[in-house]
T-cell receptor, first 114, second 109 residues
Framework: NAGVTQTPKFRVLKTGQSMTLLCAQD?????MYWYRQDPGMGLRLIHY???????AKGEVPDGYNVSRLKKQNFLLGLESAAPSQTSVYFC?????????????FGPGTRLTVL | GQQVMQIPQYQHVQEGEDFTTYCNSS?????IQWYKQRPGGHPVFLIQ?????EVKKQKRLTFQFGEAKKNSSLHITATQTTDVGTYFC?????????FGDGTTLTVKP
């Protein structure tokens, strides 16, 4: 099993450009998450999904959109990138059987917005 | 929001010394999870505590959940250079997790 994979690993954007980050998991997990991590800070939840076709807002959703068309994939979109969105983005997934599920993280995407 | 606060933010120790990080909440926690993130890496799950007063051990790591389920601690005995990284606690509720800001541990060999 590959676990949780993320593409791309690195990306540099100019202000106003758009892009999509792809997260894939092969563990048949129901729940998937997108976090951002800024230097010296913890992980802040952007959006999450509790199942195929469903999404919900997390702590810092503004400027981002997500889609979960297939159970194994969770896409994070930036429609018009801003320098404040420079961060490391982590995707995670969990079984979703109960509220105490552990999360499995992907390797992260380092995004720089100039 | 329902935050979890971690202290200290940074800890520098000499190899062989002990290390403790604390996680506190103003509200009762249904559970607490601990993750470790190596420099340049991604968070990796360490353990989950659910019961009041629970204590779990993993080799040199000891995890505790407070009697009131409002705080937790991670203690490392005799640190090694392989222990370096940032340790996060997290609370989960209905599929959503809230992470503390983490404690970054550096170990001098």
């Amino acid at each position: 099993n590959a676990g949780v994979t993320q593409t791309p690993k690195f990306r540099v954007l100019k202000t106003g450009q758009s892009m999509t980050l792809l997260c894939a998991q092969d563990m048949n997990h129901e729940y998937m998450y997108w976090y951002r991590q800024d230097p010296g800070m913890g992980l802040r939840l952007i959006h999450y999904s509790v199942g195929e076709g469903t999404t919900a807002k997390g702590e810092v959703p503004d400027g981002y959109n997500v889609s979960r068309l297939k159970k194994q994939n969770f896409l994070l979109g930036l429609e018009s990138a801003a320098p404040s969105q420079t961060s490391v983005y982590f995707c995670a997934s969990s079984y979703g059987r109960d509220s105490t599920d552990t999360q499995y993280f992907g390797p992260g995407t380092r995004l720089t917005v100039l | 929001g329902q935050q979890v606060m971690q202290i200290p933010q940074y800890q520098h120790v000499q190899e062989g010394e002990d290390f403790t990080t604390y996680c506190n909440s103003s509200t009762t926690l249904s559970n607490i999870q601990w993750y470790k993130q190596r420099p340049g890496g991604h968070p990796v799950f360490l353990i989950q505590l659910v019961k009041s007063g629970e204590v779990k051990k993993q080799k040199r790591l000891t995890f505790q959940f407070g009697e009131a389920k409002k705080n937790s601690s991670l203690h490392i005995t005799a640190t090694q250079t392989t222990d370096v990284g940032t340790y996060f606690c997290a609370r989960t509720n209905a599929g959503k997790s809230t992470f503390g800001d983490g404690t970054t541990l550096t170990v001098k060999p």
